[in-house]
């Protein structure tokens, strides 16, 4: 009887840790009843192999009630049908306006309607319901805040009425918009939704910079006003891996030569700088392409600048962005007056200055004053009342007038040369056209002491690499769920490769379902934390990063990474450790053999590195597991 009672305690145990895993913390957005219907089994399937449990979709009023007479969920079933075969939980989007109700809290009984069709059709197998996408952004909502309140105070109504144990989510908001959200909740938003959701974006800068604290801050205004217990969820999160033009490629590195470097025999030092979480073969594509024609790289921080000498022999690359630390600037301006060559691109060079904050934060500050006190100038179109917004036609400078035009009309910032001292010179590289004006929006600057910036001020789109986007993922989403987020879908699944802009390669598959390095990145992390993950905490020494959490199976598990750069550890282990790359490979297979119960050197980077094991103690420079 005793050994019964035993077997029943253990196997109710049992359940209801099965019960409390049940639904997935791991999610990611697809767009099943659009584009990708066709592959929907496919897709699925590829979704479930991830291990991801939970898929956030568009249910368009539109496609299911084309007109006020006609109901159509043909495509919405068999999304269902296929999730549940694939063990997928679904969250779908209350949106996608019909061409008869283009502003939907104007036609609330339509939408009242639309609400109760869905509900009614999906009621015990959909949970939870986002009310709306990103309304705190023009392109999708085209009130104000006050508009879409009275669309979630009836929304919420509705699905509580039709089914009291469903969620409501919010909106998913673009970024973490205080001051919107303030606004919701100061008329009251906070009774009529159950979870908080966010789009926290970032493409300048890696998550490590600002994830963390853009949470804290969102955390305290939830408890100022009374709502600290809603859970947060992430339902979009994530970095496009699409390509620039390569006549625009091609473009950059012909600047480089006409400055007199040679890729093949000189050294282009790149600014990768952990402290200011700065890399130029990192987040941005555009420098990172460029870095990956030299034959000869090699990183440099930007206290390190003063030491670089203006040899013929190697050139300086900034990151494709508009960022730089103005207390380097005198270095820089050094460099270039002994006859260096520097190459930066993206929006307007130098104009936003970072200063470290004392808890290691930086504050960022537009200026032009950097940018001026090299002799340079731009341009833009926000500032000058007779400067385009985005240029029309383009034309190629003298020198570059043999290579391929592009065919994207980058343009809103234009090269000037009012700022050239006598003796200095300006070369035209790419020209744009609007109406009558003209402008260089890439030019190389020539000043009399031997100094030479190729400079891109185009209005770059915001990608990276492959790598770099699988690289991102699992830092991003261990730093969110650190700070207690409790689901988090990425953003996109599959890539349409529509054009080369940011929004068609956000997929961490392409749209022929092969698989990028991101899947892998994810599949990975889903593997090394498990479902029902619990007590993740980040910590930071110097410039690495140790997050360690206990697995629901009860293994010790940890991660070290960087933001940038390298660094190393010395890990001491047990004789059951474990290490993986990003992507799952087990590696350091021979140096544990060697090392059983002793101490390994790992090199560490901002590719992350899992480690099965329990942490005894964590000392400078050794990580006991």
Sequence with gaps: MRIEKIIYSLTLLFLLQSLAFAESSFGVCAHLNRWEFPELKEETKLIKDAGIGFVRTDLDWGQVQPNTSTWNFSRWDKVVEECEKNNLQILPIFGGHPWYAK???????????????????????????????????????????????????????????????????????????????????????????????????DFNFPPERALAGRLKSLKSLMKKFNIENKEIWITEIGNSSGENEKSYEALALRSIKQMGVNLQKDTAYFLCDAEYFYNAKGLHGFSSRVLENFKSIKPIKFSEIKNLNANADKILILDSSQYFPYEFLESLQNY????????????????????????????????????????????????????????????????????????????????ETTNLKEGDSFEPILIGHSGAYKGAIAGIYKFKKGGQIAAFASLLDEVTTEKEQAKFLPRAHLIAYSEGVKKIF???????????????????????????????????????????????????????????????????????????????????????????????????????????????KIEVSDSIIYFSGLIKNTKKEVINF
């Design 103 to 201: 502003i939907p809290s104007e036609h609330l009984d339509l939408w009242e309607a639309y609400l109760k069709a869905a509900l009614e059709r999906y009621k015990g197998k959909i949970k939870y319901w986002e009310v709306y996408n990103e309304a705190d952004l023009t392109p999708f909502w085209k009130e104000n805040s006050a508009g879409y309140f009275e669309l979630l105070k009836k929304s919420y109504t509705i699905i509580k009425e039709a089914d009291s144990d469903a969620k409501v989510l919010l909106t998913g908001l673009g970024g973490i918009p205080e001051k919107y959200i303030s606004s919701l909740l100061r008329m009251g938003a906070g009774e009529y939704f159950d979870i908080m959701n966010i789009h926290p974006y």
């Design 336 to 415: 270039l007056g002994q006859g260096g060559r520097v190459f930066m691109s993206g929006g307007i060079p130098l104009y936003l200055n970072m200063q470290k904050r004392i808890d290691g934060s930086l504050k960022i500050d537009a200026t032009m004053q950097a940018l001026e006190s090299l002799g340079m100038k731009v341009n833009p179109h926000w500032s000058m009342q007779n400067v385009p917004n985005k240029t029309d036609s383009l034309d190629l400078g003298k020198d570059f007038a043999k290579m391929n035009l592009p065919k994207f009309n980058y343009g809103s910032y234009f090269l």
């Design 490 to 600: 990425q953003y996109n699944f599959r890539s349409n490769e529509n054009d080369i802009t940011r929004e068609s390669h956000f997929g961490i598959v392409r749209k022929n379902l092969e698989k990028k390095p991101a899947y892998y990145a994810y599949k990975t992390l889903i593997e090394k934390l498990g479902e029902g993950f619990t007590n993740l905490k980040i910590e930071k020494d110097t410039v690495v990063y140790h997050a360690s959490w206990d697995r629901a199976d009860g293994k010790k598990m940890n991660a070290i990474w960087t933001s940038a750069g390298n660094d190393e550890v010395y890990l001491q282990m047990e004789n059951n450790a474990q290490i993986w790359d990003m992507l799952g490979k087990s590696i350091y297979e021979a140096d544990m053999k060697k090392a059983r119960s002793g101490v390994i």
